[in-house]
């Protein structure tokens, strides 16, 4: 006898899928209700021992599976995006442990791309909502390329915040990095051109309302100027639907990718997965502490399934940054 367990909205839906992937003869074994989620069903098949075609997870993997899903769930993970997720882990027929379970099905839905560390000839732009922690994020990203013996220019549009540009005049005096002011377009192309033997340009750009189709429309404009891709700076711990808003308004703006900030004062990743998953935005960086010496944490899926499952801890507590890189 075969098992494989299926996670689903709603029972009509969960049985399709015990049909589509197990057929008409499976008998269903057992069916559990998860509050506020949708049900599980487990199903079975009788089939010929000699085939090795293994419909369900062994009672390690279920273990696995159960791990899994409990932290999808503390996490705060809409239903659309956890239960996808489940039903890609429920697939596998082998993993070591839930975080390598969980990284396999990251990895089917996500894209990971972290910033590059090398020399580029683009300009990396960091945009975001106010409070979101981009200056934080441009000062990691210049102290990392400094302490790799690049050169390093940072660009500000952020001219209309009163001290916007105090914090990161701090930091590129500490980090010996050049710092220009751009109040338009054409001033942000100008001194683009004069600076092209950097080997990393940053630009740190004025904090916009996703919800203000003028200011997304201002900062398509800037962005535009000068060869760039465009990082968006989003903070975990929020709303996810809040997170998705976000990030689709920052995509049609141009964002490629996603840093998740604020690590350090938030527990939970559900709202900015979720809003990665809505804007279809890579993953790139995590920042993890408000230290900017410590720099930022390249995501992988198994650095992602990490966060979301720390290793011998308490459910509530965070992985620490070298749990994460290690």
């Known amino acids: 006898m075969r098992l494989k367990t299926f996670t689903a909205p709603t029972m009509t839906e969960a049985m399709a899928l015990v049909k589509e992937h197990m057929g008409s003869d499976a008998i269903i074994v057992s069916t559990q209700d998860i509050p506020g989620s949708g049900v599980r069903l487990t199903a079975a098949l009788d089939r010929d021992p000699d085939l090795d075609e293994d419909f369900g997870p062994a009672p390690a993997l279920q273990e696995q599976l159960d791990v899994a899903e409990a932290a999808l769930t503390r996490h705060n993970l809409p239903d659309r995006l956890r239960i996808r997720l489940c039903d890609l882990m429920a697939r596998e027929t082998a993993a070591a442990s839930a975080q390598q379970l969980l990284a396999g099905?990251?990895?089917?839905?996500?894209?990971?791309?972290?910033?590059?560390?090398?020399?580029?000839p683009r300009a990396l732009a960091f945009v975001g909502p106010p409070g979101s922690g981009k200056t934080l994020a441009v000062a990691k990203t210049a102290a990392r390329a400094v302490m790799k013996k690049r050169k390093?220019?940072?660009?500000?549009t952020d001219y209309k915040r009163a001290g916007g540009n105090a914090q990161l005049m701090a930091f590129t005096k500490i980090l010996r990095a050049e710092l220009l002011l751009a109040k338009s377009p054409d001033?942000?192309?100008?001194q683009f051109a004069e600076i092209r033997d950097a080997d990393v340009i940053l630009v740190d750009t004025a904090s916009c309302n996703p919800y203000k189709g003028t200011e997304i429309g201002t900062l398509c404009e800037f962005m535009k100027a000068i060869p760039s891709e465009t990082i968006l700076v989003n903070p975990a711990g929020i709303d996810a639907y809040e997170s998705a808003d976000i990030?689709?308004?920052?995509?049609?703006?141009?964002?490629?990718?996603?840093?998740?900030?604020?690590?350090?004062?938030?527990a939970r990743l559900?709202?900015?997965?979720?809003?990665?998953?809505?804007?279809?935005?890579?993953?790139?960086?995590v920042s993890m502490t408000a230290q900017v010496a410590d720099g930022l944490t390249a995501l992988s899926p198994l650095a992602l399934a990490k966060l979301l499952i720390p290793s011998h801890r308490a459910d509530t507590a965070k992985p620490s940054f070298s749990e994460v890189v290690k």
């Open 152 to 156: 390093v220019t940072v660009l500000s």
């Open 270 to 285: 559900g709202g900015a997965l979720y809003g990665a998953d809505s804007g279809n935005l890579s993953l790139c960086n």
């Open 105 to 120: 099905a990251l990895d089917e839905i996500f894209d990971f791309a972290p910033l590059p560390e090398k020399n580029t």
């Open 187 to 190: 001033e942000l192309k100008a």
């Open 247 to 266: 990030a689709n308004a920052f995509a049609d703006g141009g964002a490629t990718r996603v840093m998740i900030s604020r690590l350090d004062v938030a």
